[in-house]
């Protein structure tokens, strides 16, 4: 079932969520499959839960779109990140552009570290300790920030930020035009 896309403004979407109960989750293997169809119909590459107005420790990605000759490594890199949490970042910032789901049409260059480790359990409540870099940990990343109610626009500099402040007012008053369903304020 594809679901509404918080948008920037909405509560949720500040909130630092908290682990879950994997193993005793109601439909959580459900969530993940609706998470999933929504991220699809969205054309993103990951989504967090409180994008889909939950207040729960999950996000997944599905870097399988852009796997080609020059990213082979993206293909079938299609995961659930349940109970997340990033234990150690290193490597130079690197800033690259990002876009987001909940603030659609806006594009800005993020710093990020190049290398993170991350444990999680999977929707079959196992568990995973895993390092990545380069894109694959900036996709993980930025969806990790969601979890703990940080947005990208959080990370950008604040002349830029003071560039698009029209575009995030919009947003916060409900004034958003995109091609998925939405839910505003």
């Known amino acids: 079932m594809i ?69 082979p490594e993206f293909k079938g890199f299609k995961k659930a990140f349940i109970n997340a949490h990033i234990i150690e970042r290193d490597g130079d910032a690197v800033q690259e552009e990002e876009g987001c789901l909940s603030i659609p049409g806006i594009h800005e260059k993020v710093p990020r570290e190049n290398r993170i480790r991350i444990q999680y359990l999977d929707e079959d409540n196992q568990a995973h300790d895993e390092e990545y870099s380069g894109y694959m940990a900036r996709v993980i990343q930025h969806e990790y920030d969601h979890l703990d109610g940080i947005m990208f626009v959080d990370r950008i500099t604040p002349m830029r930020k003071q560039m698009i402040k029209g575009k995030l007012s919009n947003m916060e008053k409900g004034k958003v035009s995109c091609h998925y369903r939405v839910k505003t304020v």
Do not use: S, W
């Open 3 to 71: 679901l509404p896309v918080y948008i920037y403004g909405h509560p949720v979407l500040r909130k630092v969520t908290k682990d879950i109960d994997a193993a005793n989750y109601p439909n959580l293997k459900t969530l993940v499959e609706n998470m999933f169809e929504t991220m699809y119909n969205a054309e993103g590459v990951g989504i967090a839960a409180p994008q889909v107005g939950l207040n729960d420790r999950i996000f997944v990605v599905d870097l399988t779109p852009l796997a080609d000759d020059k990213h």
